[in-house]
């Protein structure tokens, strides 16, 4: 959505900085990557390295350099990053909220995304802010998406996350810069209050309780642009 509803002069960074991110989000996902996590992140480990030296030889990396972005996300950050996404790897089947120092790990990984997808014009807003949003549109996904017992307590999870992010976006809700905090605002709510439905009426969840793409995509459109 971000990437669609942007200046077409930005549109190849955003993609790049939301593929490296998928890259990652499925590396996460024990499900999707049967090979096993160890070999796949050594090797993404090795390939930040030769971003570094300016010889990445994964395509988005290579797109990622092509447009200049180590500027904007140093590859140093990118590392911490990926340790984070490492880190909460157990975290992806179900969010462990018996253990929840390591939740801030999960805003913290994909916020510097969401950072960077401003394009250094990003308002002076602290690191907080783009980590309590990820961290609400992770759960909220999530949270809709799962029947796992701990959906309840992982939407309440989100819903604080998103109360802290609203209101350090709240001074800067006008500024063209932060379309894509508006955008990835919009969304989580749209899918938290989506999730608390089935949670507050169960037998809703055999029908079609889920944000439609006709709602997602004027949910977007209209955060954009508001």
């Known amino acids: 959505m971000i990437v669609h509803l942007a200046p077409a002069h930005d549109r190849e960074s955003l993609l790049a900085i939301f593929a490296l991110e998928s890259e990652w989000e499925t590396l996460s996902r024990p499900a999707r990557n049967p090979e096993g996590l160890p070999p796949r992140f050594a090797w993404w480990s090795d390939e930040l390295r030769r971003l570094m030296a300016g010889l990445p030889t994964h395509p988005v990396t290579r797109l990622f350099a092509a447009r200049g972005l180590s500027e904007i996300l140093a590859p140093s950050r990118l590392e911490m990053a990926l340790e984070a996404f490492l880190a909460t790897h157990s975290l992806s089947d179900a969010p462990d909220l018996a253990h929840e120092s390591r939740l801030p790990l999960v805003g913290e990984s994909r916020g510097l995304f969401l950072e960077a997808s401003l394009l250094g ?71 938290l209050e989506a999730g608390e439905k089935i949670l507050r009426e169960p037998a809703s969840r055999g029908q079609r309780t889920r944000p439609g793409i006709a709602a997602t995509l004027w949910t977007a459109w209209k955060a954009a642009r508001d």
């Open 121 to 191: 014009s990003e308002p002076d807003l602290p690191q907080e802010t783009f980590s309590a949003l990820a961290l609400a549109d992770w759960l909220a996904t999530w949270g809709l998406h799962r029947t796992h017992p701990e959906a309840c307590a992982v939407l309440i999870q989100a819903r604080s996350a998103l109360v802290t992010a609203t209101t350090s976006l709240a001074l800067f809700h006008k500024r063209p810069s932060t379309r894509p905090l508006r955008v990835t605002r919009a969304l989580a709510h749209l899918q």
